[in-house]
């Protein structure tokens, strides 16, 4: 285990001169997301209907694929996919550009495998909405999270039939705008891929099929890891069904990220706010018990979860407030916070909750 160290992770820096883009935009913090949104658009914009010209093939567009793969797999999908995160709390462009808000859901995010306000809709229509509690069809907490079993079913559930489960919660709580936007956001890029397939299959594979299920693998790995360590007694405590994951280079990539816990405590905070946040609230994971990792982000979390390397997480484990003596100890904790936990103690959380 670790003691606390000094933050490394980003924070907003004023630039010295102020940026055009600035006057579209409604925190100048966001800037980042203004040049990765054209990097993202110029990279895999143009290897995209490059893949769908007729007269690309052979080598050269096996090529322009594995291209396409790398940098929307390998490069930008982290970090778009968390800047979609951000702008779907806080709006990116001011109100007089308002429409220029589509374009992350609408015209890049598809390229990743985002169907188009699913995310936000499950991500700020339910996950935040029910915290990871039982009405939350995307919780961890009736699986058992040091499982790779546990994973399977809890990924399998959400593949096929993800959407299915986020439509009949919208369906049970009457709002019909997110149920409606969630049908549609699906269908259309379902639609749009059968269509498209007609038109060139291999192209449509690699420009959207492939990375779609990436994402969606990805995106439960992550929620996963997120909230792998509950406290049975307290599964509604922001503090003890989250994780935050500190010094990292997946915060400098990921818009800080990492930390999850305050992002569940203040949804709405700015990514640049949330490492002097975590040390303006230090007091509070300390007497919440909260898991703060260093040196690891979620992935990390994820692997050694599955395969039970214990030993791992105890090894970059932040021993905040001096509570446990040894890795042994923490071991142990972080094995009792990833126990499942049955159906009558969810209906008890729920209650204190």
């Known amino acids: 285990m670790l003691t606390l160290q000094a933050i490394t992770d980003p924070v907003y820096t004023k630039p010295a001169k102020p940026s055009f883009f600035e006057r579209f935009i409604r925190d100048p913090r966001d800037l980042p997301f203004v040049y990765l949104s054209i990097r993202i658009t110029l990279v895999l914009g143009i290897t995209a209907l490059l893949l769908y010209m007729p007269f690309i093939d052979g080598w050269l567009w096996g090529i322009i694929a594995a291209v396409y793969l790398v940098f929307n797999n390998a490069v930008f999908k982290g970090p778009f996919g968390l800047m979609l995160h951000c702008t779907s709390h806080r709006a990116f ?3 007089e550009y308002g429409f220029m808000n589509h374009y992350l859901p609408w015209v890049l995010g598809p390229l990743f495998g985002q169907t188009p306000e699913t995310y936000y809709s499950h991500h700020i229509g339910m996950h935040h909405a029910e915290n ?4 939350d069809e995307s919780s961890t907490m ?10 399977s079913m809890y990924l399998g559930s959400f593949f ?3 959407v299915y489960h986020l439509c009949t919660y919208f369906y049970r709580k009457n709002r019909k705008r997110l149920l409606y936007r969630s049908v549609r956001g699906e269908f259309l890029f379902i639609a749009m891929c059968v269509g498209l397939s007609f038109v060139n299959w291999p192209a449509t594979l690699v420009v959207f099929i492939i990375p779609f299920v990436i994402s969606r693998i990805i995106m439960m790995m992550g929620n996963w890891a997120q909230h792998a360590f509950i406290d049975a007694s307290d599964p509604g405590n922001h503090y003890k069904n989250s ?6 280079k997946y915060n400098h990539k990921c818009w ?3 930390y999850h816990i305050s992002h569940h405590v203040k949804p709405n905070m700015h990514w640049t706010e949330h490492p002097v946040y975590f040390r303006q609230t230090l007091q509070e994971y300390i007497d919440n018990e909260g898991i703060v990792f260093d040196g690891i982000h979620f992935l990390h979390v994820f692997l050694w979860l599955v395969t039970r390397r214990y030993d791992k997480l105890a090894r970059h484990y932040v021993n905040i ?5 040894s890795d042994e100890e923490v071991i142990a904790f ?3 916070r990833t126990k499942k936990i049955p159906e009558a103690e969810l209906e008890l959380g729920v209650i204190r909750a």
């Open 93 to 95: 462009f001011r109100k």
């Open 132 to 135: 990871n509690m039982p009405e």
């Open 142 to 151: 009736k699986f058992q999270r040091d499982s790779f079993r546990g994973f």
């Open 160 to 162: 096929f039939a993800g």
């Open 243 to 248: 994780i935050t994951c500190i010094n990292t």
């Open 256 to 258: 800080n990220d990492g």
């Open 321 to 325: 407030g001096d509570r446990f003596a």
């Open 334 to 336: 972080l094995k009792e």
